[in-house]
């Protein structure tokens, strides 16, 4: 069994898709695998992933006949991983090269269901925002290097960044989880109601993880732009309080 099992959703992402894979498979920690789900991409991605494939048996290519979207091909990700703990990277994005190792020690540690972490964001006009900024960290307001454990029955969650790519999470809870498919902001319900089924979340400073921001992509603003962004929003709303009203959860558990 791997220790992280990365799971990499791709589509349209030929540009990018290779520093992506690159970050991964020069991981110090070895012992991981790398589910690179193929969401029937029109690009030149399949090539590359078989090129990758080929040099490092780490990586497992999956293709989907037809697109299921982000939410998809994730899900895909998780019946095929067989690590001890999953992190979904997006195919556009890179992490450090240390983080599975001082990710997967932190989660033995504590035993922890899942480790969240910070990330960095940068832009192609401005390359220089790759380096290191505490200004551009995704912080959340709950205490950090210390072990959070859940009690739903007297307390809430704090507010946390939703994106499903900055924790990993134990496997074996992931089997009772799934993103819905083919929908915009598709963590925006997933990731609030993942943390409220946990026991133990540890939460850290470091920035493991470069998220390439654009203005075509769905983060981007890709969705305000075509007027789509109000009506996914208000879908999760409505499905978040749907599943905690049957979980018996307050409504205030993300407050």
């Not at 990365?6 to 110090?28: A, F, H, M």
């Not at 019946?79 to 890179?94: I, M, N, Q, R, T």
């Not at 210390?146 to 134990?170: F, N």
Request: overall charge neutral; hydrophobic content about 35%; aromatic content about 12%.
């Amino acid at each position: 069994m791997a220790k992280i099992s990365i799971i990499i959703p791709v589509y349209n992402v030929e540009k990018y898709l290779r520093e992506c894979l690159d970050s991964c498979i020069t991981q110090t920690l070895r012992d991981i695998e790398i589910v690179c789900v193929n969401d029937a991409s029109p690009d030149n991605s399949s090539a590359i992933l078989d090129e990758y494939a080929k040099k490092d048996n780490r990586i497992k290519v999956i293709t989907h006949e037809k697109n299921l979207g982000l939410g998809g091909a994730r899900n895909t990700g998780i019946s095929a991983a067989s690590g001890e703990y999953v992190w979904f990277v997006d195919s556009d994005d890179f992490i450090s090269p240390h983080s599975c190792e001082i990710l997967y020690s932190y989660a033995k540690q504590k035993n922890a269901d899942i480790v969240r972490f910070n990330a960095i964001s940068f832009s192609e006009e401005n390359d220089n925002s790759r380096v290191y900024d505490d200004s551009k960290k995704y912080f959340c307001n709950w205490p950090y290097d210390r072990l959070i454990t859940i009690d739903r029955e007297k307390t809430g969650l704090p507010q946390t960044d939703v994106s499903a790519c900055i924790y990993i999470t134990k496997k074996g809870i992931l089997r009772s989880f799934s993103f819905r498919e083919k929908v915009y902001h598709e963590d925006t319900d997933f990731t609030p109601i993942l943390f409220s089924s946990v026991e133990k979340i540890y939460c850290i400073t470091f920035a493991f993880y470069f998220r390439r921001r654009n203005q075509t992509s769905i983060t981007g603003g890709g969705t305000k732009k075509t007027g789509n962004w109000f009506p996914a929003i208000l879908k999760h709303v409505i499905q978040c309080l749907n599943l905690l009203s049957q979980k018996n959860c307050p409504e205030s558990i993300f407050v």
